[in-house]
């Protein structure tokens, strides 16, 4: 049973466009959201965390917008870059009402070509 | 220079052997976790330590065990009851294994079993 539902698998854009990446979950209990952003060759590293409370998290050119009722979030990069070129992870967790580890997403490709 | 290191990078096995991965951190944090990637198929949880002494299986645990005999350090076995054993391994650690802790990942160590 997969918890989280992640889609594009892969995805190209060109620089400056604007990818999206959207994410689905099944258990309403989940309470934090974070992306996750891997280089090739590397582990993972945090790049934007949102709660269920608001509807968008802007940092720097990355956003998410979260959809309580829908149970969907998205990740919006904006004025992509070639350096953003990487696979994406959603995840989240039952992190404030039972402190549960984070379940990922499989992942999606993205290409930023010049 | 804090981290969390990963050796080795690449790791050659035989069918039917046991091997062992080492993982590392200096951060003084108190979660650890491991996570196979496949690809097409995002970070799965092997196992997790909240803290020295205890562990808890994830969702793909046969096959495999840990240890967490120290803070900084806890390796997994790969057993030969693992069945398709190889893939790439990460190990992470986040300071108090809840909540909206950060994990911090380590570089993997790709294992192929021949």
């Known amino acids: 049973q997969q918890q989280v539902k992640q889609s594009p698998q892969s995805l190209i854009v060109q620089k400056g466009g604007i990818p999206i990446i959207n994410c689905a979950y099944e258990n309403t209990a989940f309470d934090y959201f974070p992306w996750y952003q891997q280089f090739p060759g590397k582990g993972p590293a945090l790049l934007i965390a949102i709660r269920p409370d608001v509807s968008e998290k802007k940092e720097g050119r990355f956003t998410i917008s979260f959809n309580k009722s829908a149970k969907q979030f998205s990740l919006h990069i904006m004025d992509s870059q070639p350096g953003d070129s990487a696979t994406y992870f959603c995840a989240a967790s039952k992190a404030y009402s039972g402190n549960t580890p984070l379940v990922f997403g499989k992942g999606t490709r993205l290409s930023v070509i010049a | 220079d804090g981290g969390i290191t990963q050796s080795p990078k690449y790791l050659f096995r035989k069918e039917g052997q046991n091997v062992t991965l080492s993982c590392e951190q200096n951060l003084n944090h108190d979660a650890m976790y491991w996570y196979r990637q496949d690809p097409g198929q995002g970070l799965r949880l092997i196992y997790y330590s909240q803290i020295v002494n205890d562990f808890q299986k994830g969702d793909i645990a046969e096959g495999y065990s840990v240890s967490r005999e120290k803070k900084e350090s806890f390796p997994l076995t790969v057993t030969s009851a693992q069945k398709n054993p190889t893939a790439f391994y990460l190990c992470?650690?986040?300071?108090?294994?809840?909540?909206?802790?950060?994990?911090?990942f380590g570089p993997g160590t790709r294992l192929t079993v021949l």
């Open positions: 992470a650690s986040s300071i108090r294994g809840g909540r909206t802790d950060t994990q911090y």
